[in-house]
T-cell receptor, first 113, second 116 residues
C-alpha cells in the first residue's frame, strides 16, 4: 500500500524562526492536505492542495504540491508559541479510492519563547 | 466555527460494556464519514468508511462485529465499541467528507475512550 514519509519527526525551534517540513510518497496523490493537531483534539485542516505545482498560503503558512505529485512541503514563517503541536500531511487519491486519506507519521513542533 | 462535532468527548467504561460515539456534520450533509483511531504519539489509522444508507467499509484488520457503524442520516454517524476491553482504549476521531471539487475531510474533536 501507499506510504508517506514525513520529516522531520520533531523540531525544537526558537520563537521567530521559520520552519519547514515535508512529506514524500512512493506513489502519486491527487490531493495533498496539511493538518495540525493539538493535544486531545482532532486534526484541523491548515491547507489543501489540489493541483501539481500548486503553491498556497494561509497566513504565515505556505504549502506546495510537488510537481511529481509524490511530495509536498509546509513552511511556517516567523513561528510563535501557539504553533506548537503535531503537523500531519495527508495524501488522497480521490473518488476512485473512496477518498481515503493516507497520513504521514507527523512532525512534533516545539517553539521556545 | 466547528464543522464536525463528536459526543462524548471522553468516556470511561468497564471492560465488557459497549460504548457509542456520535459524529455529527454541522455545516453540510455528508454522504461519507470516516472513523479513525489514534494511539498515543502515533498517526491516525483509518478504521472504516461510513456511507449513508449502506453498510460501512472496514479496513483490513478491523473487526466489523466489534466496531459497529451506523450512518442513519446525512449528518450523523455512530460508532459502537462492543464488549470493550482495555486494549480498545484509544482516541477515536471521525471526519466528514466535503465532496465535489473540494474533496476535503474535516475532523471532529475526538473521543477519548478509556476501558478499565
Amino acid at each position: 500500500g501507499q506510504q508517506l514519509n514525513q520529516s522531520p519527526q520533531s523540531m525544537f525551534i526558537q520563537e521567530g524562526e521559520d520552519v519547514s517540513m515535508n512529506c514524500t510518497s512512493s506513489s502519486i496523490f491527487n490531493t495533498w492536505l496539511w493538518y495540525k493537531q493539538d493535544p486531545g483534539e482532532g486534526p484541523v485542516l491548515l491547507i489543501a492542495l489540489y493541483k501539481a505545482g500548486e503553491l498556497t498560503s494561509n497566513g504565515r503558512l505556505t504549502a506546495q504540491f510537488g510537481i511529481t505529485r509524490k511530495d509536498s512541503f509546509l513552511n511556517i514563517s516567523a513561528s510563535i508559541p501557539s504553533d506548537v503541536g503535531i503537523y500531519f500531511c495527508a495524501g488522497q487519491l480521490g473518488e476512485t479510492s473512496g477518498s481515503r486519506l493516507t497520513f504521514g507519521e507527523g512532525t512534533q513542533l516545539t517553539v521556545n519563547p | 466555527g466547528a464543522v464536525v462535532s463528536q459526543h462524548p468527548s471522553r468516556v470511561i467504561c468497564k471492560s465488557g460494556t459497549s460504548v457509542k460515539i456520535e459524529c455529527r456534520s454541522l455545516d453540510f450533509q455528508a454522504t461519507t464519514m470516516f472513523w479513525y483511531r489514534q494511539f498515543p504519539k502515533q498517526s491516525l489509522m483509518l478504521m472504516a468508511t461510513s456511507n449513508e444508507g449502506s453498510k460501512a467499509t472496514y479496513e483490513q484488520g478491523v473487526e466489523k462485529d466489534k466496531f459497529l457503524i451506523n450512518h442513519a442520516s446525512l449528518t450523523l454517524s455512530t460508532l459502537t465499541v462492543t464488549s470493550a476491553h482495555p486494549e480498545d482504549s484509544s482516541f477515536y476521531i471521525c471526519s466528514v467528507k466535503r465532496g465535489g471539487r473540494w474533496d476535503t475531510q474535516y475532523f471532529g474533536p475526538g473521543t477519548r475512550l478509556t476501558v478499565l
